[in-house]
C-alpha cells in the first residue's frame, strides 16, 4: 500500500492513529499525533506554507463582552496568516459512488468511465481501473438513467438504434449495473422483431494510482497492458490489476486495451457480458468487505409513517454506514466506520465515535469494536500524554486555531462506554473497556490541571467552547461510570466537573442586547471570541445518566434558552440545516466547511438537544429543513453542503469536495429519527424511557428493528406526540 501527500478535501483531517492499519489513502498530507502537524484546508482555505501550522501571537486588542463596544465576530476575530493558494479538488458532488469498503466504484452520470478526474474502480485506495468505455456497433450508446441503486450499486441505462434507417426509435437497450466490489455487468436488450448480432467493444485502461496522487492531480499515464486468461493484466512497481471477462471475449488486443464479442441476441432477447475488476500480484491483499459478511453490527432499522422521507432516510443511512463498516487488521472480528468517501476511507478516531455512538440506537456491536479498536491506539503511560488517543489537527476555520482531534476522541471515549452500557453493551465487554476509558479520564484530570477548563490544542492553545461540552460530558458520564463498578474518582471528575460550570457560566457568556451567547472560545488570555457557530450545538449534549436522565450541562436554563432561540433564529438556520458559522459574523462562507456551510453532524445533534431541552420549536425547524435537503440528496446526506438562505423553489446547493457518504452524516439520520421518541435506555436497570416530542413534527411514525438491551424494539409515536412501545426484550420496563 503507498500513501502519497496530497491536497487536502474540505473534510476533516484525520490520519489513522500508531497501530491502526489505515485500508484506504487520505486525500491530506501526512501527519502523526501531536507532531509536526499538517492541517486540512478547503480550496477556500488551503494549506500554509508546507502544511505546517504555527499559532500567531496573540492581537494586542481585546474583545469587550458587551455588543456595543464590540459587535459579533468583528472584534472577537483571531487573524491568522493567509493561507497559501491551493489547485482544485475533482469534484464529487455529481459523481455516483458506490462504496463497500475497501472497495470504491466512481462514476460521472454518464456512466463510461474515461480516466476523467476520480472515476474508476478502487480497491484499498488504488485505482484498479479508471477507463471502461462500452461501444456497440461501433458507437456509444446515449445515457438516458443514471441512479444509486444502494449504497455500494450504480445502474447505468443506455439507448441506442441498431437500424437508424428504421426511424427515431432506438432498438437496443444498453444497460450497465457497477458494484463497488469490483464487478460491472452490461446487458443488451433487442427490443426490434428480428434477431441481431452485435459487435460488442470494451476498451479498457489504468494508471493504478493511489487515491492521493488523483485528489493531488499527479497521476502518471496509463500503464502497457497484457493479455491474461480471458481478459488484460496491468503491473507496476506497487502491484498490478486484472479484468476477467464472461463470457470469453472473442479478441482481446493489449496494445489497444481492447476486448471484443460478437453477441446473438434473439429477437425481444438479452445477452450479458460481465466484468471483473481484481487487484493482481504477489502484494495484492485480499481484503473482504464487511458487507459482504453473514452477520453485521448494524439492526435493519425501519421507519414507517405519515411522512415516507422519513423511511427514505433511515434505510439509506443504514445502507450507508453497512458501506463504510471496516476492519481492525489487529483484530478483524471488530469493526468501526470510515469517515467517508472517496477522501477519508480510513480511520478518523474523533468520527468513528461520534458517528458509533449516533448509531447506538441499532446495537452496540458497532461501538464495541470501535472502542476496542481505538484502545489499542492509547498512548501509554508515564507522561503527561498517557491516555490520550492519538488524533492529528483539525482546520477549524479562520477565526481559530486548529483543533486536534486527539483530545475530542479522547473525551469521547469513555462518553461511548457509558452510553453503549445504558443501550446493551454486555457488562463483560463494558469490564474489558473499563480500564481505558480509566485511563482517558485521567488523561483529562491530569492535562486541566487545577483549572475549570482544556486548552486545545494543548498546552497553549484556546480554550474552546465544544472542547469544554465534551470535558464536562466526559467527568459526569466518566464518575457515573466509574461508580458503576466501584473504581475510584468518580467523587473527584464530579467536583471538577461542578467547578467548570460555575467558570464556563461565567467566563463563557458574552452579554449583548438580545440577551447574551456563549463566546466560541477563549482566548490564551482569556479574552472571549464571540462569534456564533455550530460547535455550540455541543453545549446542549449533556449525555445519557441512568434512568433515562441527562448530565447536567454547562448552561443554566436563562443561557439554554437564549441559544436555543439564536440556533433556529435565520442567521443559523438556513431553511435546510443549521450553518457553521452565522451569516453576521466576520468570515462567513456559505461554503466554508467550518465558515458558514451547513454540517449535518451539527445540525442532528441541534435537533436532538433542543428536543431533549423542551425547545421544539427551534428542533422542528432544523429537522423539517434536514429532511427537505435529504430529498434533495436522494436521501443520502453528505457530510456537509452549502449553507445558502433557502428560498422559494431553491434547493440545498451541493459541496463539491464533501464526502457522500459520510459515517456522521449517515448517523445523524439515526439519531434525528430516534430523537422523535426520546428513547433513553437503561440496560443495567431494565428499563428505557420515552421522551418524545409532543408536537409530533412528522406526524406518526413507527420505527422498527431497532436494538436495546440486546433484543430488538420498536416504538411508535402517535400523531398526539404520545409514544408507545410496540417490541421489546422480555422483563424491560418502561420508566417514568
Not at 428504421?166 to 460491472?184: H, I, L, N, Y
Request: contains cysteine; positive net charge.
Amino acid at each position: 500500500m503507498h500513501q502519497q501527500p496530497t491536497r487536502p478535501s474540505a473534510a476533516d483531517d484525520n490520519r489513522p492513529p500508531p497501530g491502526v492499519r489505515e485500508p484506504f489513502p487520505q486525500a491530506g498530507p501526512s501527519t502523526s499525533a501531536h507532531e509536526t502537524v499538517r492541517v486540512l484546508r478547503t480550496p477556500s482555505n488551503p494549506p500554509a506554507a508546507h502544511g505546517t501550522i504555527k499559532a500567531p501571537a496573540p492581537p494586542t486588542s481585546g474583545l469587550r463582552r458587551t455588543a456595543t463596544a464590540a459587535p459579533s465576530g468583528v472584534s472577537g476575530r483571531t487573524p491568522y496568516p493567509p493561507p497559501r493558494p491551493a489547485p482544485e479538488l475533482p469534484p464529487t458532488h455529481i459523481a455516483l459512488i458506490c462504496v463497500a469498503l475497501p472497495g470504491l466504484a466512481i462514476s460521472g452520470e454518464q456512466g463510461q468511465l474515461a480516466g476523467r478526474g476520480l472515476e474508476g474502480f478502487y480497491r484499498g485506495g488504488r485505482r484498479l481501473l479508471s477507463r471502461c468505455q462500452v461501444r456497440v456497433a461501433g458507437r456509444e450508446p446515449l445515457v438516458v438513467q443514471a441512479r444509486m441503486m444502494g449504497a455500494d450499486r450504480a445502474r447505468f441505462v443506455g439507448t441506442l438504434r441498431a437500424s437508424p434507417a428504421a426511424g427515431p426509435d432506438p432498438d437496443v437497450v444498453v444497460e450497465r449495473t457497477r458494484s463497488a466490489d469490483g464487478t460491472e455487468r452490461i446487458t443488451l436488450l433487442n427490443a426490434t422483431p428480428r434477431p441481431l448480432r452485435l459487435p460488442v467493444e470494451v476498451a479498457l485502461g489504468t494508471d493504478l494510482a493511489d487515491l492521493g496522487a488523483i485528489a493531488s492531480g499527479s497521476t502518471g499515464p496509463e500503464l502497457p497492458a497484457s493479455v491474461h486468461d480471458s481478459g488484460l493484466r496491468w503491473s507496476s512497481a506497487g502491484g498490478g490489476a486484472c479484468v476477467t471477462a464472461h463470457p470469453p471475449p472473442a479478441d482481446a488486443l493489449a496494445s489497444a486495451g481492447l476486448l471484443r464479442w460478437e453477441l446473438e441476441l434473439p429477437p425481444g432477447g438479452t445477452a450479458d457480458v460481465e466484468l471483473r475488476v481484481r487487484p493482481d500480484g504477489a502484494r495484492a491483499t485480499p481484503l473482504r468487505s464487511v458487507r459482504q459478511a453473514a452477520t453485521s453490527p448494524l439492526a435493519p432499522a425501519r421507519a414507517v409513517g405519515d411522512d415516507p422521507r422519513a423511511a427514505a432516510l433511515l434505510l439509506a443511512a443504514v445502507d450507508d454506514l453497512q458501506a463504510l463498516l471496516l476492519r481492525d487488521p489487529a483484530d478483524p472480528s471488530d469493526t468501526y466506520l470510515a469517515a467517508g468517501a472517496p477522501w477519508r476511507c480510513g480511520m478518523a478516531p474523533a468520527e468513528a465515535l461520534a458517528a458509533a455512538r449516533m448509531a447506538l440506537p441499532l446495537g452496540t456491536r458497532l461501538a464495541a469494536g470501535t472502542l476496542r479498536t481505538l484502545a489499542r491506539t492509547q498512548l501509554p503511560g508515564p507522561g503527561p500524554r498517557a491516555g490520550l488517543i492519538p488524533g492529528p489537527r483539525r482546520d477549524a476555520g479562520g477565526l481559530l486555531p486548529p483543533a486536534c482531534t486527539g483530545t475530542e476522541a479522547t473525551l469521547l471515549f469513555p462518553v461511548l462506554l457509558a452510553e453503549a452500557r445504558r443501550w446493551g453493551l454486555p457488562e463483560q465487554e463494558t469490564r474489558e473497556l473499563l480500564p481505558a476509558a480509566e485511563r482517558c479520564l485521567t488523561w483529562l484530570r491530569t492535562t486541566a490541571g487545577d483549572g475549570p477548563y482544556l486548552a486545545d490544542p494543548q498546552p497553549a492553545g484556546p480554550i474552546r467552547c465544544e472542547t469544554q461540552a465534551h470535558s464536562q460530558r466526559a467527568a459526569v458520564l466518566g464518575a457515573d461510570l466509574l461508580d458503576a463498578y466501584d473504581r475510584p474518582g468518580g467523587p473527584e471528575l464530579r467536583q471538577w466537573a461542578q467547578a467548570a460550570r460555575r467558570a464556563f457560566r461565567k467566563d463563557f457568556w458574552v452579554e449583548d442586547r438580545g440577551g447574551g451567547r456563549p463566546a466560541a472560545a477563549l482566548a490564551p488570555d482569556r479574552r472571549p471570541l464571540a462569534h456564533l457557530g455550530s460547535t455550540a450545538v455541543h453545549l446542549l449534549d449533556t449525555g445519557l445518566l441512568d434512568a433515562g436522565g441527562l448530565a447536567p450541562g454547562l448552561l443554566d436554563k436563562v443561557q439554554t434558552e437564549h441559544l436555543a432561540r439564536l440556533l433556529g433564529g435565520p442567521a443559523m438556520d438556513s431553511g435546510w440545516g443549521l450553518r457553521g458559522l452565522g451569516t453576521k459574523e466576520a468570515g462567513h462562507n456559505p461554503f466554508g466547511h467550518r465558515g458558514g456551510a451547513v454540517r449535518v453532524q451539527e445540525t442532528a445533534l441541534a435537533v436532538a438537544g433542543l428536543a431533549a431541552a423542551g425547545y421544539e420549536k427551534e428542533a422542528t425547524g432544523l429537522l423539517r429543513g434536514l429532511l427537505d435537503a435529504a430529498e434533495h440528496f436522494d436521501h443520502r446526506l453528505p457530510e456537509m453542503f452549502a449553507g445558502e438562505q433557502r428560498s422559494a423553489g431553491s434547493a440545498p446547493l451541493p459541496h463539491p469536495a464533501a464526502c457522500r457518504p459520510a459515517a456522521t452524516a449517515a448517523a445523524a439520520a439515526i439519531l434525528v429519527l430516534t430523537s422523535l421518541a426520546g428513547i433513553r435506555p437503561d440496560a443495567p436497570a431494565r428499563t428505557v424511557t420515552l421522551r418524545p416530542m409532543r408536537s409530533a413534527p412528522l406526524g406518526e411514525i413507527t420505527l422498527t428493528g431497532l436494538r436495546v438491551v440486546g433484543a430488538p424494539f420498536a416504538v411508535r409515536v402517535s400523531r398526539l406526540g404520545l409514544a408507545m412501545v410496540e417490541d421489546a426484550a422480555d422483563g424491560l420496563q418502561l420508566g417514568v
